[in-house]
């Protein structure tokens, strides 16, 4: 055939695709791109010559970030530009229908430039919506559900689809970001996913119907976490806030919160006894609200850690129907006179001193400050004054806020009350007055605060601070503040904790951070530079109740004025904690890290490991080994002479995804914070600062959570990982090594390395005590009838009468005295009770000895759970010649 006649046909397709093909398996895009320019113009039917030559390209290839057919589209796109002649509108309307849906057909490709590009060139979004949505279908039927749902984004289907079969596979597959992003912009359909999420936290959902109507869909084997109630609340209480929906809409979750929430609050209170019994009249009121089945829940609670008296109480305020209350209750009722029948709520007209207890003065920070010294701001007029103090040129201003915590029922706080620190006297801005918070002078001067260069600004983590004053007047989202001047001293204090040894000013002795203190943030920073702690307890207070209570605004006075102390002991003396000598220059060196973050952006992302140069400022200070554990932070290998850690010395915080994880690190003597239910993922970046621990995390938290710490102070594990195969894992990561001493060293339940040793004798007397001791038939019955189902006999369990050794792990835990114990409550110091119902009497015939936790008061004793923990970690555990242990029997 001559070149004449070719041309007049044109270049068969398939010539130039084995020509593209060829190129493309030498790498050689230059000539790629000359071959396209020369070929394109000799097809006689581009458009349709280009959809045979991109249905006969090969699909992804190792190695390249792009396909054969996203280079050759991405030429004719190029080529065509120069080229209007080459349209659909040049053909008939069957012949631009037929390509159409055969352009349709190649759209399975999830790199956007080339799904955009060919919508573009064959006009795909005019194409018949019917004839789209077929394609749509054809997907979800292969399986390719995150690709169906790109599509149909891009083509603007939303409204066509059924909504629940394009969103609930996504979910399954940990997909939620792309689902939000499907319904984005449709109001309906955002109600829709929100409700969907809201459904599956009722207690009555079963996972297992959804998956029979999505038999096909293929899950890993984790994808149940991410369906738990505590993530599912947590997503529908953010997107409710995303998507400004009614909370009405969402009373699954919503219960789910309240309910978590009611429950800590029970813990802060009765357990931990950190939570004074006003704010926990409050905020109780606020959780439970009108929900039945939360003032049940609540009188449980009360019968369970409290009192009858006090169950009584609350179930006569809220009217509880008689076949609802716990055993006990009503007859409580019945005997209790008139004056007992109502709670003791906050008793206002007590008058309280404004100079607390000396017991208190020594104990916790006092701002010096009488009390006409502190000015309440609630109009115009006192505003003004406010202002022509505050305002003046070359001052410092320790501000502060506080608002009402919610508990997680809402994502976003207003500010109740702004606190503004200048020398010798505090102004406390009341945004509850009445029209006061709606001043348009009132937003004027916190705009000009921020704005003024010439005034320093102290704060600590400002960032929540600001986040609530957005949401108290929304003008400052749409323009926000002007931060000038501002010192945060948080970062002053995460420069602190950089260096090796902190010595606090006129103080007894030497602080090193994170050394077992209970104090946290502010308060430790205030503790390490001034001596003395603040005083946290009305931090959780109703800070829209007013008038406010003197506890109150002593505790905002103090949290305001503190800044102005701990600014200018560090800055009389910056050297002594390791400070420069211009304290400002600090958050300037965050841009440092900002570089490393886009340069790591660019680079390739290697295992989960940080970079050896991100370890710059990981140092811990309390533990030996300093060095060894910041080189370990930093991804680096440790060497053959390199002393392994032992578990004590590694403090880490684990995302509630990780609680598994978390722990089997704590049966192993790892200090581990396990983050709540309810926990955000920000409260693992808090730990992190203030009790320089490392965050455990996994999945999308990762980026986020990394940036909010000190380099190298977040590891990512992966969420498919068995959560033994995890915690090998970060003791290899970390070198530590431990021993069968550091088994079950630390409380299982709550952390504490404290505990108490009760002989069987003692235990038995508790026991008759508490009326949880049957008679001796009853029990010698009980214990024959467990020895048989064990198949040994009575005799076989008895333990000779003698006097038992200490548990292995005596060394490595703290012992406290059986003296410290109230006999009549059975409880210890700190408030906790002995868990003395956990405890089968059977046991006492063949368990000498028993371990109790003095924190949360959990009883222990030796059995086979160490054998199993043994066996589960023996590739990393240092067994030596004494640790000839029995792995099957109690501890003799």
Not at 217 to 233: D, F, N
Not at 285 to 303: G, I, R
Not at 634 to 649: A, F, N, V
């Amino acid at each position: 055939m001559s070149l004449t006649s070719l041309e007049e046909k044109g270049l068969d397709p398939s010539v130039l695709s084995d020509q593209f093909f060829e190129l493309w398996n030498q790498n050689n895009l230059q000539m790629l791109h000359l071959a396209a320019i020369q070929g394109f113009s000799k097809l006689s039917e581009p458009l349709e010559a280009l959809l045979t030559i991109l249905e006969s390209c090969p699909g992804k290839q190792k190695g390249r970030s792009h396909t054969l057919g996203y280079h050759i589209l991405m030429e004719f796109q190029m080529w065509m530009k120069e080229r209007p002649q080459v349209s659909l509108s040049s053909l008939t309307e069957d012949k631009a229908v037929e390509l159409q849906r055969r352009a349709l057909g190649l759209l399975t490709d999830t790199q956007p430039n080339f799904v955009d590009t060919l919508i573009n060139i064959y006009q795909l979004k005019a194409l018949d919506p019917s004839i789209q949505c077929m394609q749509i279908c054809k997907l979800q039927a292969l399986n390719c559900y995150k690709e169906a749902v790109t599509l149909s984004i891009k083509l603007g289907l939303q409204t066509e689809l059924n909504t629940e079969e394009m969103l609930i596979p996504l979910i399954l597959q940990d997909k939620l970001p792309l689902a939000e992003s499907f319904v984005k912009g449709h109001r309906q359909l955002e109600k829709q996913l929100v409700m969907l999420l809201d459904s599956w936290c009722h207690p009555d959902f079963n996972v297992e119907d959804i998956r029979k109507k999505f038999p096909r869909l293929s899950l890993s084997k984790h994808y149940m976490a991410q369906i738990q109630p505590k993530m599912l609340t947590r997503h529908v209480v953010r997107l409710l806030e995303k998507f400004k929906i009614d909370q009405s809409l969402c009373p699954n979750a919503l219960h789910k919160r309240r309910l978590d929430s009611l429950r800590y609050l029970v813990y802060k209170t009765f357990g931990d006894k950190t939570m004074t019994e006003e704010n926990w009249t409050d905020h109780v009121q606020y959780v439970v609200a009108d929900d039945l089945e939360l003032q049940v829940h609540l009188v449980e609670l009360m019968v369970k850690y409290s009192s009858l008296q006090k169950a009584s109480q609350w179930s006569l305020k809220y009217n509880i129907p008689k076949n609802r209350l716990s055993q006990g209750v009503w007859e409580m009722q019945q005997s209790l006179p008139p004056a007992l029948q109502q709670i003791c709520l906050n008793d206002l007209t007590q008058e309280e001193e404004w100079i607390p207890p000396q017991s208190h003065c020594q104990k916790f920070y006092q701002a010096p400050l009488t009390k006409d010294k502190v000015h309440f701001v609630d109009t115009l007029e006192t505003l003004q004054r406010c202002q022509s103090i505050v305002l003046k040129e070359s001052g410092v201003v320790g501000v502060d806020m506080e608002w009402q915590p919610t508990f997680g029922c809402v994502t976003v706080q207003k500010v109740a009350l702004i606190q503004l620190a200048v020398l010798n006297q505090v102004f406390l801005l009341d945004l509850c007055a009445k029209g006061f918070c709606h001043q348009p002078d009132l937003v004027g001067f916190i705009r000009a605060l921020f704005s003024e260069q010439n005034i320093l600004k102290l704060g600590y983590g400002m960032t929540g601070d600001l986040k609530c004053l957005s949401a108290t007047w929304p003008e400052l989202s749409e323009e926000p503040l002007k931060m000038e001047g501002m010192l945060d001293l948080l970062r002053v204090h995460q420069e602190i904790q950089r260096g090796k040894v902190n010595r606090v000013q006129n103080a007894p002795r030497e602080v090193l951070v994170s050394e077992d203190s209970s104090e946290k943030g502010l308060s430790l920073l205030v503790q390490q530079v001034l001596g003395k702690p603040l005083d946290k307890t009305e931090q959780m207070s109703n800070w829209e109740k007013r008038p406010l209570r003197i506890s109150q605004i002593r505790y905002a006075v103090a949290d305001a004025y503190c800044l102005l102390d701990v600014y200018s002991a560090l800055s009389s003396n910056p050297a002594s904690f390791g400070l420069p000598a211009d304290l400002r220059s600090i958050t300037s060196g965050q841009s440092e890290t900002s570089k490393d973050k886009q340069k790591e952006k660019r680079g390739k992302k290697t295992a989960q490991v940080p970079r050896k140069e991100e370890c710059q400022g990981a140092q811990r200070v309390s533990p030996p080994h300093s060095d060894t554990l910041k080189g370990l932070l930093c991804g680096e290998q440790p060497s053959e002479d390199t002393p392994p850690l032992p578990p004590q010395q590694l403090r880490v915080v684990c995302d509630n995804m990780l609680q598994g994880l978390g722990r089997y690190l704590r049966c192993l003597g790892v200090d581990v914070v396990m983050l709540e239910n309810t926990d955000d993922h920000r409260v693992a970046a808090k730990l992190a600062q203030d009790e320089g621990r490392v965050i455990l995390t996994c999945g999308q938290p990762f980026q986020t959570l990394r940036s909010q710490v000190g380099e190298g102070r977040c590891l990512s594990l992966d969420c498919s990982e068995k959560a033994r195969d995890q915690a090998v894992r970060v003791l290899r990561h970390f070198n530590v090594q431990p021993t069968p001493s550091d088994i079950f060293s630390r409380c299982q339940a709550c952390n504490s390395d404290e505990y108490v040793s009760i002989p069987r004798a003692d235990m038995e007397t508790m026991l008759k005590e508490k009326g949880l001791l049957q008679d001796h038939n009853t029990t010698d019955h009980m214990l024959e009838k467990s020895c048989q189902q064990e198949e040994l006999r009575p005799d076989d369990t008895l333990t000779p009468s003698v006097t038992p050794g200490p548990p292995r792990y005596a060394t490595q835990c703290r012992w406290a005295s059986l003296s410290g114990l109230d006999r009549d409550t059975m409880t210890f110091p700190g408030g906790s009770p002995i868990q003395l119902h956990t405890v089968p009497p059977a046991l006492l015939q063949r368990i000498p000895l028993f371990y109790v936790c003095t924190r949360c008061g959990k009883v222990f004793w030796e059995g086979s759970h160490f054998g199993r923990v043994l066996s589960l970690f023996q590739e990393v555990l240092h067994v030596t010649e004494k640790d000839h242990i029995s792995v099957t029997g109690p501890f003799n």
